[in-house]
């Protein structure tokens, strides 16, 4: 139960908190190369997607050799897919900003420990009180979770409107990315 929440929500962590930091770790690369500086922060992000593969597939065994197989599991790649399209959007943006504003990097990781919390990780989506379940829906990462124990717990596919949401959000997130990105890399070299 805890494993299927800690998955999904250590590689966003990590890929949203070393996207972050992308473009101010390669500053030199950034100065003199020309090249789309948006590949920095996305390839670190695919670069993540690597270790986010190999703890799926141990997940896949244990959840293999405790519960089994059930068909649901066709819903699997597009619920990672959105999570990692979400991951890319935020890693975009943050690390756009991460160059005019230094300390936004501290501001990642200290939203990454509050989002911890309010993931639904160590307790069930029936606990959240139902004023706030919309609220969870939303939150990509929550989506993720309950998807993902849907699918492995329940046996279940993960409702309509729960995939919805997640693909708006995260399709609004990855656009909204390029766009702040787009507009702030201009000046990328003289704040490096």
Not at 91 to 116: G, I, K, Q, W
Request: aromatic share 16%.
């Amino acid at each position: 139960f805890v494993l299927i929440g800690l998955v999904p929500f250590n590689f966003f962590a990590l890929a949203w908190a070393t996207g972050t930091n992308s473009i101010l770790d390669n500053a030199a690369l950034v100065k003199k190369v020309r090249f789309h500086r948006e590949v920095i922060p996305l390839s670190v992000v695919l670069g993540n997607v690597i270790h986010f593969v190999i703890q799926m597939l141990l997940l896949l065994l244990l959840i293999l050799f405790f519960v089994g197989v059930n068909r649901q599991w066709v819903w699997l790649p597009v619920v990672m897919g959105l999570e990692i399209v979400f991951v890319c959007g935020m890693a975009l943006a943050f690390s756009a900003l991460d160059v005019y504003y230094r300390d936004t990097r501290y501001v990642v990781e200290s939203a990454n420990l509050v989002l911890f919390w309010l993931v639904p990780i160590f307790y069930s989506f029936d606990q959240v009180p139902p004023d706030y379940r919309l609220l969870y829906e939303l939150n990509p990462v929550a989506a993720v979770v309950l998807a993902c124990r849907l699918i492995f717990l329940n046996g279940t596919a993960p409702p309509v409107s729960l995939l919805w949401k997640l693909t708006l959000v995260s399709f609004g997130a990855l656009a909204g990315g390029f766009l702040l990105f787009g507009r702030m890399k201009k000046r990328f070299a003289d704040y490096l």
